[in-house]
């Protein structure tokens, strides 16, 4: 499949089944931290400066927001987890969102998981790796933040990663910066493959 990825725009963004856009078009989420640049992954992906909202402050996204990519295929951008600063009731409302988006949806294909590939998986990154495996939806990780770590140390903390989430090797593992713009050919060589 060809896409022209400078036709992408925020269609819409849901609260909840109701609101999700009603066809047939393949959809790749995108789930991580608050801070582990998803926005800018999209952004870098789409080759746009700031389709996807960069913020400051991380818990911004707080629905699911829906990319129309050159009418061909969908981001669905879900909040991120693990934000201390919002309640727990916050949290858990978000949390049955998410649930409810990534076990119902029949248009999804797969999710792009983003880890920051400084630091070792939280709990939160371990807990999702293992409900996408647990309801076998097809997941690529992909590890952001790259071009923050000497090449010299890649397979330390690829291996780090890989253990903590007890990753699956069937599964597609992706080193990316939104910085250097590595990683971006063979990640949509992973979501279309997906398609």
Known sequence: MEINTHNAEILLS??????????????????????VGKSSFINTMLN????????GKPGKTQLLNFFNIDDKMRF??????GYARVSKKEREKWGRMIEEYLTTRENLRAVVSLVDFRHDP??????MYEFLKYYEIPVIIV???ADKIPRGKWNKHESAIKK?????????????SSVTKAGMDQAWDAILEKL
């Open 14 to 35: 849901a609260a909840n089944k109701s609101h999700y856009p009603e066809d047939e078009l393949p959809e790749i989420a995108l789930a991580g931290r608050s801070n």
């Open 48 to 55: 746009r400066k700031n389709l996807a909202r960069t913020s």
């Open 76 to 81: 669905v951008d879900v909040p991120g987890y």
């Open 122 to 127: 939280s709990a939160d990154d371990v807990q």
């Open 143 to 145: 590890a952001t933040k």
């Open 164 to 176: 903590k989430l007890n990753f699956d090797p069937s599964d597609d593992f992706i080193l990316f």
